[in-house]
């Protein structure tokens, strides 16, 4: 399985591009409206074949480009059940099997940052959206979120992955581009190194942090798979 | 050998942290003086012990973080002979090979955007410097650039190597992370598609760019090696 990770500034957004050599039957993980012209010519040049577009969530920071892209290549929308999304074509419940090409993806349900999460676990890699993210994790103060879930998740349901997987999230804000299962257990500093439900809970009711400043277009217009207009960059 | 890509959003800089599985041996590819917290922060959970601080080549656009993590690891920074540095432990010539663990680093000299730029090629990744960038490459007109030597060093060094070789540029602007010689060769816009050197030189005479901003602190900073005061965010 070929990874590429791509990055949008305005949004500090992680989508990835991954594709089976073989076949070249490719998938677009959480892509950003605004960069779906680059996508395309990305996926044009590489000479891929887009079956999924896989969102980890609605997500409520940036426009998923999940509906463009979709008229553009005729690929099918993904996303967890509990989205209620109307315009997704596959609906995913746990542990549901995806093929590209040769390669699997399973869906792991993570919940806990909203209610319909999905982690999608590809050989080795965990794409884990805002659930598990580098030395972080996904806030839970909005759109369902639960930290009691939340914390189920990532220790009962990430943690036990092999060590070695390899993270890539749905966005960093440092510079980080990937981590391990590993790392993340030892050095997440909201969740690892053994931290209780308390300690977290603790972390994650005390973070003040302000809302996303685009909810309030950015969910409507991902439960309408990015088939919106909007002036976003203004 | 492992690959941890990090990146700077202040000057748009990956900085490269390598390493062999089997020893922990480390280099940096590229550092930022603003990063070096981060980086070693990395490097200390990691485990990792860094052997090399590696230049790419004296940057204009940002000062190199190698000089204080020589201080914090030990290591010893390199860089090509034509550099003038005075401060680098190691001068490299075309072709020299240092050792990391079990690997190997082979170093080419592909000037064009300076006249002592390197790549650093490992066991099928080739970190490009400013030499070759995603779709890309570096301008020529400062530093001793030469447009002509550049074009000699991307089709005659680099454009020559195996086709899966992975490019790992110094930057991007686009949020790109990676490419590989083969889309290079067909898609670089400026490069690619067999341009003829006069094709090439009439797109880099007419860039028509801006010097960079810091380039009268960041070439003598990074002559120094980075071990100079600055408040860079200014």
């Not at 990055?7 to 959480?30: G, P, S």
């Not at 920071?61 to 074509?89: F, M, Q, W, Y």
């Not at 890699?125 to 996904?138: N, Q």
């Amino acid at each position: 399985m070929k990874i590429r990770q791509l990055f949008d500034y305005e949004t500090w957004t992680y989508t990835y591009l991954i594709w089976d050599e073989t076949t070249k039957e490719a998938a677009v993980i959480d892509s950003v409206l605004e960069q779906v012209n680059r996508d395309m010519q990305h996926i044009t040049e590489l000479g891929l074949t887009v079956k999924y577009l896989l969102e980890t969530h609605i997500h409520a920071d940036h426009i998923t480009g999940a509906g463009p892209l979709r008229e553009k290549t005729g690929a099918k929308i993904v996303i967890h059940k509990n989205s209620g999304s109307k315009c997704a074509d596959i609906l995913t419940s746990e542990n549901d099997v995806l093929t590209l090409g040769t390669q699997e993806i399973r869906i792991i349900h993570t919940p806990g940052h909203t209610d319909n999460d999905s982690t999608y676990l590809i050989k080795g890699a965990a794409f884990t959206g805002d659930t598990l993210l580098i030395r972080d994790c996904g806030r839970t103060d909005f759109q369902l979120g639960n930290t009691q879930a939340l914390y189920q998740s990532i220790t009962q349901k990430l943690f036990t992955l092999p060590e070695e997987t390899v993270i890539f999230p749905a966005h960093d804000y440092e510079g980080l581009s990937q981590s391990t299962i590993a790392e993340e257990k030892a050095f997440n500093i909201r969740i690892g190194a053994n931290k209780s439900f308390e300690e977290f809970s603790n972390i994650m009711d005390n973070l003040m942090l302000p809302d996303p400043k685009r909810i309030h277009i950015a969910v409507p217009g991902n439960l309408a798979c990015g088939n919106v207009k909007t002036n976003q960059k203004a």
